[in-house]
């Protein structure tokens, strides 16, 4: 088992360009969430989904797209890429609601120029 | 406002002394209370699970706690080794988030474990 995988490991965009980060999990899990990680701010929530077709907002939304076409796939798009959005992103995968362990991705370290 | 607080200024300790990490929260009536672990440049990993209908829970060297009157959760490591040396995150369910699995995380508190 693979786990949770994140494509790529690191990137670096100038603003205003485009980029989808690509999540992946073998669990056969059905919950999936993205979260961005700033120095002192911990882990805040970007998108979720609870299962395969659907999305959702979390707490830092903006300049964010989410889709979830297939159940083991979850892909985070940003469609014009800012400085403030320079940060690492996490990817993360649950069997169901909050008793449930998250398991995490490797992380992607984004760089916008 | 609702927050989750852990100490940011890291936590140094002498090897063989027992560890003991906070996580205060307000303004939240959390069903459950997890906590992480995350070394640099990797993404966190799951540790132990508490309820709030349970006051103490074990693995091994590590030992939860959580107190809902006090809305403080405690994380102790005994034995330290300099293997435990990370960042320990702790996250809980808001519990009005309509049943969907979306934890709130702090900063986290990074652990030093010296020889």
């Known amino acids: 088992n693979a786990g949770v995988t994140q494509t790529p490991k690191f990137r670096v965009l100038k603003t205003g360009q485009s980029m989808t980060l690509l999540c992946a999990q073998d669990?056969?899990?059905?919950?999936m969430y993205w979260y961005r990680q700033d120095p002192g701010m911990g882990l805040r929530l970007i998108h979720y989904?609870?299962?395969?077709?659907?999305?959702a907002k979390g707490e830092v939304p903006d300049g964010y797209n989410v889709s979830r076409l297939k159940k083991q796939n979850f892909l985070l798009g940003l469609e014009s890429a800012a400085p403030s959005q320079t940060s690492v992103y996490f990817c993360?995968?649950?069997?169901?609601?909050?008793?449930?362990?998250?398991?995490f991705g490797p992380g992607t370290r984004l760089t916008v120029l | 406002s609702q927050k989750i607080e852990q100490n940011s200024e890291a936590l140094n300790i002498q090897e063989g002394k027992t560890a003991t990490l906070t996580c205060n929260y307000t303004?939240?009536?959390?069903?459950?209370l997890q906590w992480y672990r995350q070394d640099p440049g990797r993404g966190p990993v799951f540790l132990l699970l508490?309820?709030?209908?349970?006051k103490e829970k074990r693995k091994e060297r590590l030992k939860v706690t959580f107190d809902t009157t006090l809305k403080q959760s405690l994380f102790h490591i005994t034995a330290s080794q300099p293997a435990d040396s990370a960042t320990y995150l702790c996250?809980?369910?808001?519990?009005?988030?309509?049943?969907?699995?979306?934890?709130?995380f702090g900063a986290g508190t990074r652990l030093a474990v010296h020889p």
């Open positions: 993360a995968s649950s069997y169901g609601t909050s008793m449930y362990t998250q398991y």
């Open positions: 669990m056969n899990h059905e919950y």
């Open positions: 989904s609870v299962g395969e077709g659907t999305t």
């Open positions: 303004n939240y009536s959390p069903a459950y």
């Open positions: 508490i309820r709030e209908n349970e």
């Open positions: 996250a809980l369910d808001p519990s009005f988030s309509g049943g969907y699995n979306k934890l709130i």
